[in-house]
């Protein structure tokens, strides 16, 4: 098992900078594909971002690709979401999440999850 702990949100104008952290206990960290998924209001959860439990291939969201950076830190047991040119539309509450799976988008394929961190992005 692992959990999660999201932090790093917050409230920022349109085409700022924030870098979400979400922070792993547990010693098989490398062993799980981990992703970012955000939920605005009214919307259903949503897929952000995926990276590979080695950290050497990461997938995206079309609405994120070329602003938004997946990374993590094995040694730390931390996951990072760099998010840049934010947009109002980016406003949501943040989770990460960890699977055994690779290539999927779905938030079934997910075991583990984080409690959430909002970000909130004025126009």
């Known amino acids: 098992q692992v959990q999660l702990v999201e932090s790093g949100g917050g409230l920022v104008h349109a085409g700022g900078s924030l870098r979400l952290s979400c922070a792993a206990s547990?010693?098989?960290?490398?062993?799980?594909?981990m992703g970012w998924f955000r939920q605005a209001p009214g919307k259903e959860r949503g897929f952000v971002a995926a990276?590979?439990?080695?950290?050497?291939?990461?997938y995206y969201a079309d609405s994120v690709k070329g602003r938004f950076t997946i990374s993590r830190d094995n040694a730390k047991n931390t996951l990072y979401l760099r998010m840049n040119s934010l947009e109002p539309e980016d406003t949501a509450v943040y989770y990460c999440?960890?699977?055994?799976?690779?290539?999927?988008?779905?938030?079934?394929?997910?075991?583990?999850w984080g409690q959430g961190t909002q970000v909130t992005v004025s126009s």
């Open positions: 547990g010693r098989t960290f490398s062993m799980y594909t």
């Open positions: 990276i590979a439990g080695s950290g050497g291939s990461t």
């Open positions: 999440a960890a699977t055994n799976a690779w290539g999927v988008r779905s938030t079934y394929e997910y075991a583990y």
